[in-house]
């Protein structure tokens, strides 16, 4: 069982493809019945609504992590900021983090409301060029636990990019949770709908975090979901007194840099650890504004700006297309 286990696993022709339920690595799969009678993705309805209301989102970046605590909502947050700085922007932020909702403390929107109008939900708004959507405005209090199964996650995913009126959008950025399950086939096969320009994987640098980010690359490639880059993020500390580095999370194995040359995936920056990051993010703030020269800020306007490059490069290359 363990070997068959193991060799359905690694050989998933995935939802999409053509031998989805029907591959030998099929057989004992509890959702080959869904895939081999084409049920896996939303029907061409569902569809039609999806596209028409996200036709306003010039560019989708989807941030993914293998593993949790290795600062991917930290990372989504201050990748909204720092699009958003540019005022002529205009930024979502959907939080699809079911369960662990973080994104509604670090954008210092706690106790907000989703409210409806005629055109759908409203986002809750940082800046007037900033909005964000998450499952933890619906909560009564921050500390209430989600405990659903898999389709009533689906089901709150759909209903985000279906009713949420997020309007012209240059950017929607989505925070995922850790891992490669339901809520990320839910998204990218909803979103599959529209367009999707790519996905930035968070690490940390030690071998414990990289196994498990590439097993997301993985999954990445096998959903055909276009990989922008990978982040290191706690990468180094530098002490603010003594100004030495020291390694709090010794890369092992090479760290980010070796697993990205292995997979012919590109690095998008190193981040070090700055205890501030932390603070602001507990306060609501925006690190990036309040901490202007830190070398973590610098790191994060670099990456940020690599992401523009990369998404305005797709939307070129869309357009030589059509």
Known sequence: LAAHLSLSLAECPGTGSAQAGRAAACQGCPNQ?????????????????LRARLRAVRHTVLVLSGKGGVGKSTFSALLAHGLAADETKQVALLDIDICGPSIPKMMGLEGEQVHQSGSGWSP??????????SVGFLLSSPDDAVIWRGPKKNGLIKQFLRDVDW??????IVDTPPGTSDEHLSIVQYLSATHIDGAVIVTTPQEVSLQDVRKEINFCRKVKLPIIGVVENMSGFVCPKCKNESQIFPPTTGGAEKMCQNLSVSLLGKVPLDPQIGNSCDRGQSFLA?????????SYRNIIQRIQEYCEQQHLQEEKIM
């Open 33 to 49: 019945g869904l895939c081999a009678a084409g049920a896996a993705g939303p029907d061409p309805a569902e569809v039609a609504e």
């Open 124 to 133: 809750v708004y940082v800046e007037e060029n900033l909005g964000v959507m």
């Open 290 to 298: 309040e901490a202007p020269e830190s070398p973590a800020t610098l």
């Open 167 to 172: 309007g012209e959008v240059d950017y929607l």
